[in-house]
């Protein structure tokens, strides 16, 4: 009698796969025009386009800098943790570095090419703030 010994794992969901295999490149920031409901407004810099972040299998992620670097209070580059949540279609990422914080993205777009998500900043309570980051791999 043979055994059915299969030990290969399960495998990854496709937003994980997508995820994981690119490192993803910023192309665009923006948020609501206050003054144009359903228009939006750029609030890139020329220091965030060449700024990338990478998702690992094992959990984790990194945000990283480019060539060209920001002042760190435009954009906080940070390493942690990240879980795809497939019920909601977002990106949970737990931040460790450089402050212990919790993000939601929601992930508008994701394919081999493309990952475009969005999320209430709330780093200011009094002023909450939609943004949507556009990335290219």
């Not at 290969?8 to 490149?25: E, G, M, R, S, T």
């Not at 002042?71 to 906080?76: A, E, G, L, R």
Request: aromatic share 10%.
């Amino acid at each position: 009698m043979a055994c059915n010994n299969n030990t290969d794992p399960a495998p990854l969901p496709a937003p994980v796969q997508k995820l994981i295999q690119n490192d993803w490149k910023i192309t665009e920031i923006t948020v609501p025009k206050a003054t144009e409901p359903g228009e939006d407004s750029s609030i890139s810099k020329d220091c965030t386009t060449d700024d990338i972040i990478k998702f690992y299998i094992t959990g984790t992620y990194d945000f990283q800098d480019g060539t060209v670097k920001c002042d760190s209070t435009i954009f906080n580059y940070s390493k942690g943790y990240w879980g795809y949540d497939l019920t909601k279609d977002s990106v949970q990422i737990a931040i460790i570095s450089p402050a212990s914080r919790y993000v939601s993205w929601k992930v508008l777009t994701l394919n081999d090419s493309v990952l475009k998500v969005t999320y209430i900043d709330s780093l200011d309570v009094a002023n909450k703030v939609t943004k949507t980051i556009s990335f290219k791999k």
